[in-house]
């Protein structure tokens, strides 16, 4: 491990960062490098040329033999391609060789990767392009690249390339605003996100014995264990030894990487935990994440353990989010969602506020939809997890300062100012005077929001899109309304009062699983999409199609396309866990079960035999309940069966995902309420998989 003393000279020491730049780049290279990542200006060929060169020779020192062109396709991982850095010589030997053309460019078949019917197999070419705003980086002696991957009609297949699309129209659109407020110098406004990333650990050796895990990522079946959470003692205790080496491997390997990997605890529930970086510039940020979660699923398996990234791999204990905390930041370090000291500074503040706001409130469908998939589903709702129904938190006191603006009344502070925008002096809102709620799906936190509901396995890129997008269109709104008007300051306080009387119905501080919010939800017209299917079935209402296309940051044909991989995802996902849950029960729990009960049956036919009881109630009343538990379970793996095969499916995606959300998913609730219940009765030495006991208190 990196020793404490060494570690300033170690962290990114594997990556192509800007002063390793400077060090390799000849200077005026390394100005064009530096104006490509500060201002998303292009390279020219020859550029990359040199740039290549010296990021050959820099990862040849390092021991790298090959690169690769490091994307991220539709099937929520990484994907990679590796080529060495060899060439032949005429005298049948070699050289090392590294092109401009191959550090901006590469080649996949776009077809074996989802598309929804954007490539076909006889149209298979697809792109990688370099993202040379976020650094290469050298693992297990190759060079990685990050880059975009796009079909051959320049359709983008991954979540990279309308990410960084987003983030340029949000980028645009905050400027304009900015201008308005005298900032002439400000000429890029980035998004930046921390992403909190929430993890189980578990024995590799009780994992290879789960088929539910190993296939599906999550158990089908188990019985909760005597102990749960119940306790609290597992938030923030003490770090088992191995645990702790695993956590110290991690920070070792990220730190080489340049990933700013910062805080480690143990989470709620047994064997979660959780790792936190500081903040980065958000496709960065999310590039980041993608390293995180590969490198502790790579190192779990080091030290004989597995990292399930799964947003509820066990049932009746906390699942695991991936908390997004998001903000927006000039290029010279201002950051838009924090409180100024000055009536100007919080009116600006208060403007990129309430275009939240209404972002928030305008596409709650989509922030919805962005989260949607079968594991998320599992987890939403309940155990610390937000509900489904998107609302936004602020806070009693900045919750009060915007009622007073929105009435023009006094504001209860120690100046009792008039909430007059740009009249009257505004009181500084400082940070973190309210509570936080653990419930709630996106709350303010201070300067940035906190966005909950993002699942532990999904690529944070999904949520984001979506938040600089909607957020981007309201900028755009807001900054036609100003530049026409006669006089800013009364333009700028009937904005700001008009939408937060247009959008404060988003705005909720209790508590999130009280029934009481589901039926006020629905009369402040909150959409409420319990599943993933239900969800979905909105990806392409016309408002959000505008949203997309106007700002530039999907097509029409890439909308339809994604809305037909996330559904044929789903659809997916679910025939996965039926058919594991079907042979799981079929093939090793009823048989067990039954050998049990003939074990049962014989004890009682010789012992009354033998010794002419008239009763065993142990064993009678232990195969009573295996008869009538078994008897269901069976029954229900029928229904289930006969859903999962029944040549009366739906066909299209969209209809199979309803029919797989409302028939396939309930079934196996169902089937697991009757498989858990015969755990319980059954020896531990007999059922055919570790136990949640085992699973979550193991001991090392």
């Not at 508590?511 to 039926?519: K, T, V």
């Not at 319980?680 to 001991?699: H, I, K, N, Q, S």
Request: aromatic share 10%.
């Amino acid at each position: 491990m990196t020793e404490a003393k060494n570690l300033t000279e170690t962290f990114g020491s594997m990556v192509f960062d800007e002063a390793t730049m400077k060090s390799k780049l000849p200077k005026e290279t390394f100005r064009m490098m530096q104006a490509s990542l500060h201002y998303g200006k292009r390279l020219d060929p020859e550029t990359a040329s040199v740039v290549a060169n010296a990021m050959k020779d820099w990862a040849i020192e390092r021991g790298a033999t090959h690169y690769t062109h490091w994307f991220q396709p539709m099937t929520g991982i990484t994907a990679e391609k590796h080529d060495s850095f060899i060439s032949p010589t005429s005298d049948g030997k070699i050289i090392m060789e590294f092109s401009g053309k191959e550090l901006t460019k590469g080649e996949s078949d776009a077809s074996s990767f989802p598309s929804g019917g954007l490539r076909a197999t006889f149209e298979a070419r697809g792109y990688t392009a370099w993202d040379p705003t976020s650094f290469a980086f050298i693992r297990d002696n190759t060079l990685y690249i990050p880059t975009a991957f796009c079909s051959f009609g320049g359709e983008a297949l991954d979540q990279k390339t309308p990410l960084l699309r987003s983030m340029e129209a949000l980028s645009k659109q905050a400027v304009r605003v900015l201008r308005l407020f005298g900032n002439t110098t400000d000429t890029t406004v980035k998004t930046t996100v921390g992403c909190e990333q929430e993890y189980f650990i578990v024995p590799l050796d009780l994992y290879e014995k789960r088929p539910d895990l190993r296939f599906c990522g999550r158990t089908l079946v188990g019985a909760k264990a005597p102990k749960g959470q119940e306790m609290d003692d597992h938030y923030f205790g003490t770090i088992r030894p191995h645990i702790k080496a695993f956590m110290a491997e991690i920070d070792d390997e990220l730190w080489k990487l340049g990933v700013l990997a910062k805080t480690e605890h143990n989470e709620a529930a047994p064997a979660q935990h959780e790792l936190a970086p500081i903040f980065a510039t958000t496709n960065i940020a999310c590039d980041h994440n993608q390293l995180i979660m590969d490198v502790m699923q790579k190192v779990a398996r080091k030290h004989g353990l597995v990292c399930l990234l799964h947003e509820k791999p066990f049932y009746g204990v906390n699942g695991s989010g991936k908390h997004n905390n998001w903000s927006m930041t000039t290029n010279s370090g201002i950051n838009l969602l924090e409180p100024g000291e000055t009536p100007h500074d919080n009116a600006q503040f208060l403007l990129f506020l309430v275009a939240v706001i209404k972002a928030v409130d305008k596409y709650q469908d989509m922030l919805r939809i962005s989260v949607a998939s079968a594991g998320n589903d599992h987890r939403l709702g309940a155990h610390e997890a937000p509900p489904f129904i998107v609302s936004m938190f602020l806070g009693d006191e900045l919750t009060a300062i915007l009622e007073a603006i929105e009435t023009d009344s006094l504001y209860d502070a120690r100046d009792r100012e008039m909430m007059r925008i740009g009249v009257h002096v505004l009181p500084k809102f400082p940070k973190d005077t309210t509570d936080r709620n653990r419930t709630s799906p996106f709350a303010f936190t201070g300067n940035k929001f906190e966005f909950r509901m993002l699942g532990s396995s999904a690529s944070p890129a999904s949520c984001n899109i979506v938040i600089n997008t909607a957020v981007a269109q309201v900028l755009k709104e807001f900054a036609d309304v100003l530049e026409a008007a006669d006089d800013f300051g009364t333009a700028l306080h009937d904005l700001i009062r008009d939408t937060i009387k247009e959008h404060k119905r988003i705005l909720f501080n209790g508590n999130g699983y009280d029934e009481s919010w589901i039926h006020e939800a629905a009369e402040r017209g909150l959409s409420n999409y319990r599943t993933t299917p239900e969800a979905l079935s909105h990806y392409l209402d016309e408002k959000n199609i505008r949203l997309f296309v106007d700002n530039k940051v999907f097509s029409e044909t890439e909308l339809a396309a994604r809305k037909e991989i996330n559904e044929e995802n789903y659809c997916k996902v679910i025939n996965i866990e039926a058919q594991t849950f079907i042979n799981m029960v079929r093939r090793d729990i009823l048989p067990a079960v039954s050998s049990y009960k003939k074990t049962l049956s014989d004890t009682i036919r010789d012992t009354k035999s033998v010794a002419c009881w008239d009763a065993l109630p142990y064993e009678e009343e232990t195969l009573a309940l295996l008869n009538k538990y078994s008897a269901a379970a069976f029954h229900t793996l029928r229904t289930l069966e006969n859903a999962v095969s029944s040549p009366d499916k739906p066909k299209k995606n969209g209809a199979l995902a309803a029919y797989c959300g409302e028939i396939i998913v309930p079934l196996m609730a169902e089937l697991r309420c009757e498989v858990d219940a015969l755990e319980p009765v059954m020896p531990r030495e007999v059922w055919p998989y570790p136990a949640y006991g085992d699973l979550l208190f193991y001991t090392k």
